[in-house]
Nanobody, 124 residues
Framework: QVQLVESGGGLVQAGGSLRLSCAAS????????MGWFRQAPGKERGFVAA????????YYADSVKGRFTISRDTAKNTLYLQMNSLTPEDTAVYYC?????????????????WGQGTQVTVSS
């Protein structure tokens, strides 16, 4: 089993920054991919960013490219999402997720392991 615990959400003004963290435990992650997804009220959960754990290859949704940066600390088994230039459209619950393979890295249904989510609210 894999346990994922997010932290770092909160309220920020438009143009501000936040860094989310996701602490992972329970399994080794050498062959995993981990990602961030978000869900706004009334909307489906959508892909934000992902990274392959061993190689560090990153993937981003077009809506966050150039503003968000995904990274991981393999020694601490922790995933991060640095979010800059936030807009009210980024308001959502942000979820950390993990999967064993790299295929379908941007599809939420491919991820069997999920954190509880952390709220990010961006005020205008």
């Amino acid at each position: 089993q894999v346990q994922l615990v997010e932290s770092g959400g909160g309220l920020v003004q438009a143009g501000g920054s936040l860094r989310l963290s996701c602490a992972a435990s329970g399994r080794t992650f050498s062959s995993y991919a981990m990602g961030w997804f978000r869900q706004a009220p009334g909307k489906e959960r959508g892909f934000v960013a992902a990274v392959t754990w061993s190689e560090g290859t990153t993937y981003y949704a077009d809506s966050v490219k150039g503003r968000f940066t995904i990274s991981r600390d393999t020694a601490k088994n922790t995933l991060y999402l640095q979010m800059n230039s936030l807009t009210p459209e980024d308001t959502a619950v942000y979820y950390c997720a993990a999967k064993v393979t790299y295929s379908g890295i941007s599809y939420s249904f491919r991820y069997p392991y999920w954190g509880q989510g952390t709220q990010v609210t961006v005020s205008s």
